[in-house]
């Protein structure tokens, strides 16, 4: 399941931080994160709940995270021109993982779940479950290549609810491993 999960959203996702502000740690330094876009469509499941703050808040891509709080200061992006985002944050700054020889990616090193806690405390949500799970700027970058190491920085996501829900205006993308995308 994590591979199934991990090689579908590896190659959907963009993050640009912010250059004001963060939540400490590696993650508030101001540089653009970017990686290979090719997103699957996203199937719909979305909760009237209240807006969010922090984690799962709207943001412009454009705005780069400076329209996100410090705490979750990196908008993410999932589509290739994508105008809208999420605010996460950057819960793994260095993670490997090797292909094996039918280029399929093994368990990333560290495990990002142990980072959950993370992620829970800037969730305002009551739909889902706030994850570090969500992979982007795999280095080297390209198609994945049979027995080689990759590196990845893993940031914050919204696993969806019961029945593919979602917090506010975000909707379940279930060909990403189910995580709450913009829609």
Do not use: E, W
Request: negative net charge; aromatic residues 4%; hydrophobic residues 35%.
């Amino acid at each position: 399941m994590r591979s199934k999960f991990f090689v579908h959203v590896l190659a959907a996702v963009s993050l640009t931080l912010g250059a004001c502000g963060g939540g400490g740690g590696d993650d508030d330094d101001g540089t653009a994160i970017d990686s290979s876009i090719d997103s699957p469509s996203a199937d719909a499941g979305i909760d009237g709940s209240t807006a969010l703050t922090g984690l799962g808040q709207p943001c412009v891509a454009a705005m780069q995270g400076a329209d996100c709080p410090a705490n979750a200061n990196g908008c993410l992006t999932f589509t290739a021109n994508a105008t809208m985002g999420v605010c996460t944050k950057v819960c793994v700054q260095s993670a490997t993982f090797m292909t094996n020889a039918q280029n399929q990616p093994g368990p990333l090193t560290p495990d990002p779940a142990a980072q959950n806690a993370m992620c829970t405390a800037i969730y305002t949500g009551t739909v889902g479950t706030a994850v570090c799970a969500v992979p982007v700027n795999r280095t080297p970058t390209g198609a994945l290549a049979p027995n080689t190491t990759y590196t990845v920085v893993v940031t914050c996501g919204i696993q969806c609810g019961t029945g593919n829900t979602c917090p506010g205006n975000l909707t379940c993308n279930t060909g990403l491993g189910n995580i709450c995308t913009p829609p």
